[in-house]
């Protein structure tokens, strides 16, 4: 299973990514359509075929790539925290010079 917010990872652009890792590890797979979830979850349900190395890998390689979207969603949310952070101790700043 993949959670909503990485599968867009394995998928995008286009399924490219997807593509990339089926041909790099010779396994197929299948992803189920938006709004069809794993039982109790919020997750798409993943399939993977192939010879069993092929499963590992691919298993593997999509793992990998939603850890890094994962990264990358998080340094984007604590920059955003940060920029918001810093606007409003600029426009304190400006206040309090204003007020002055």
Request: aromatic residues 0%.
């Given at each position: 299973m993949t959670p909503t917010s990485g599968d867009a990872s394995i998928q995008r652009p286009a399924g490219r990514s997807l593509v990339e890792i089926q041909h790099i590890s010779g396994a197929n797979i299948q992803i189920s359509k938006k709004g069809i979830f794993a039982p109790g979850t919020r997750n798409r349900i993943v399939t993977i075929t192939g010879q069993p190395n092929a499963i590992n890998v691919a298993q593997y390689l999509i793992e990998e790539r939603i850890t890094q979207e994962e990264t990358?969603?998080?340094?984007?949310?604590?920059?955003?925290?940060?920029?918001?952070?810093?606007?409003?101790?600029?426009?304190?700043?400006?206040?309090?010079?204003?007020?002055q």
């Open positions: 990358k969603r998080a340094c984007q949310t604590a920059a955003a925290a940060n920029a918001a952070a810093a606007n409003k101790t600029s426009a304190a700043s400006v206040a309090a010079a204003v007020t």
